[in-house]
């Protein structure tokens, strides 16, 4: 599951879930039908095929015409009108900031909101202005403005176009009129990833993917398959520049110079997966192997984890991005817990029968803490190395217990954390994140 070659586990927007549930609910008082399933990252596609015959007066039956299916009204993206309220201030003064014009910001009107912040994707408004779209696309140091003077990049023999397609991982763009719902192919050297169901909202769509921009093209297709496309995904253009991409929230210098540091910036920069605000992650632990490295970052409530397996000539490169958490521990309230996450490091130095991995266990500690133990179940506890509100430790030999359908897990972990001081700042389990 956390193969370098794997992309991470993504979040349903909530439209898209609830679209799901109904759709599963009703499906439950029908009568089945021929189905399968579309490796995407959204959703599940069903087909659904039917013919009809009428019996004539001479009990003979007759074969006819079967009638199209009324189209099917697909709820569109939701509208958080205070965020959007407040994304689209942060934009118009990015714009001012920049010396660009825009008609004055009184006239933006929101459509809708995309929001994500569980996994640290941007949030996009998609709005707009004297009747021409605008996405409006911030992070927490960034802004950047599509531009509604720029014409859509469009798939040929379509009228769907992209307008913006943002080092953060942002296509936004308009829909044809005869889609509902869009799905996004991203293709690169390495492979390809899908985004599908990805709802319209008033002719617009927005979404977070999982390649950057740089060495990508994108495609496009009718997600429905009432709305079907014979000839697959249509390659689209590459978009219009933005209007406007700048760091508006600026962070102070972080560490680059030391050998974790430059790792951590090698990294970043190297990964295929979209990264948001790179800039303001300090780096943390860095542990190396001679087939691989990794290294830890802590940025703002968040943590990055970034690792590097050397593959014959090539280096595949693995971040995750994940929230610092807040959970309820028994009848008490809610406080601050240690969050982790594994991370797998392969290698086939010598060619792909001689692969080699192995995996670590990283996350997060309270940004005073100096000394971290970890105990595995009823194991003694094991030293693990803390730096800069961050841990991480080689997976020790042995400590994964039976799981379901013969599969294996790690036993509950009991972490200690101190300060510098000796002072214990926190005693109890580990929480993985979702």
Not at 127 to 145: I, S
Not at 245 to 267: H, N, Q, T, W, Y
């Given at each position: 599951?956390?193969?370098?070659?794997?992309?991470?586990?993504?979040?349903?927007?909530?439209?898209?879930?609830?679209?799901?549930?109904?759709?599963?609910?009703?499906?439950?008082?029908?009568?089945?039908?021929?189905?399968?399933?579309?490796?995407?990252?959204?959703?599940?596609?069903?087909?659904?095929?039917?013919?009809?015959?009428?019996?004539?007066?001479?009990?003979?039956?007759?074969?006819?015409?079967?009638?199209?299916?009324?189209?099917?009204?697909?709820?569109?993206?939701?509208?958080?009108?205070?965020?959007?309220?407040?994304?689209?201030?942060?934009?118009?003064?990015?714009?001012?900031?920049?010396?660009?014009?825009?008609?004055?910001?009184?006239?933006?009107?929101p459509v809708f909101t995309v929001a994500e912040s569980h996994y640290l994707q941007p949030?996009?408004?998609?709005?707009?202005?004297?009747?021409?779209?605008?996405?409006?696309?911030?992070?927490?140091?960034?802004?950047?403005?599509s531009d509604p003077g720029a014409t859509p990049g469009y798939a040929p023999g379509t009228r769907t176009g992209v307008l913006l397609a943002s080092a953060n991982g942002i296509v936004a763009g308009v829909a044809d009129p005869g889609w509902d719902e869009v799905m996004v192919h991203a293709f690169h050297a390495g492979g390809s990833s899908a985004e599908g169901g990805i709802p319209v909202g008033e002719g617009l769509f927005a979404t977070a993917v999982s390649e950057r921009p740089e060495g990508t093209t994108y495609a496009v297709a009718p997600y429905r398959e009432a709305q079907p496309n014979p000839a697959g995904p249509v390659n689209l253009p590459p978009a219009p520049a933005p209007l406007v991409?700048?760091?508006?929230?600026?962070?102070?210098?972080?560490?680059?110079?030391?050998?974790?540091?430059?790792?951590?910036?090698?990294?970043l920069a190297k990964s295929r997966r979209p990264v948001s605000d790179p800039q303001s992650y300090e780096p943390g632990v860095l542990l190396s192997k001679g087939y691989?490295?990794?290294?830890?970052?802590?940025?703002?409530?968040?943590?990055?984890?970034?690792?590097?397996?050397?593959?014959?000539?090539?280096?595949?490169?693995?971040?995750?991005?994940?929230?610092?958490?807040?959970?309820?521990?028994?009848?008490?309230?809610?406080?601050?817990?240690?969050?982790?996450?594994?991370?797998?490091?392969?290698?086939?130095?010598?060619?792909?029968?001689?692969?080699?991995?192995?995996?670590?266990?990283?996350?997060?500690?309270?940004?005073?803490?100096?000394?971290?133990?970890?105990?595995?179940?009823?194991?003694?506890?094991?030293?693990?190395a803390v730096a800069n509100g961050s841990f991480a430790l080689w997976q020790p030999e042995n400590v994964r217990v039976p799981g379901p359908n013969n599969s294996s897990d790690l036993p509950p972990m009991h972490a200690k954390v101190y300060d510098g001081a000796g002072k214990l700042l926190y005693d109890g389990p580990l929480h993985r994140p979702g």
């Open positions: 599951m956390n193969d370098l070659k794997l992309p991470e586990r993504r979040v349903l927007p909530d439209a898209v879930r609830e679209r799901m549930r109904a759709k599963l609910d009703e499906g439950m008082n029908r009568r089945p039908r021929r189905g399968t399933h579309l490796a995407a990252a959204a959703a599940v596609v069903v087909l659904a095929g039917s013919g009809a015959v009428v019996v004539s007066q001479l009990g003979e039956p007759e074969p006819v015409a079967t009638p199209p299916p009324p189209r099917e009204i697909i709820q569109g993206p939701g509208l958080d009108a205070a965020l959007a309220a407040r994304e689209l201030d942060r934009c118009w003064a990015a714009v001012r900031t920049s010396g660009r014009t825009l008609p004055d910001r009184s006239t933006w009107v949030t996009v408004v998609a709005a707009r202005v004297d009747g021409k779209p605008l996405f409006c696309v911030t992070t927490r140091t960034t802004v950047t403005v991409s700048i760091e508006d929230r600026p962070v102070a210098p972080v560490d680059r110079v030391s050998e974790a540091g430059r790792f951590l910036g090698d990294c691989g490295r990794l290294v830890t970052g802590r940025a703002d409530g968040a943590w990055v984890t970034c690792a590097e397996g050397l593959s014959m000539a090539t280096t595949d490169v693995n971040v995750r991005e994940q929230h610092a958490m807040t959970l309820p521990l028994g009848d008490g309230p809610p406080v601050r817990v240690i969050a982790y996450d594994t991370v797998n490091i392969t290698a086939t130095p010598g060619g792909e029968g001689n692969a080699m991995a192995e995996e670590v266990i990283t996350g997060v500690v309270p940004a005073g803490a100096t000394r971290m133990t970890l105990a595995f179940g009823d194991r003694a506890p094991v030293e693990v």
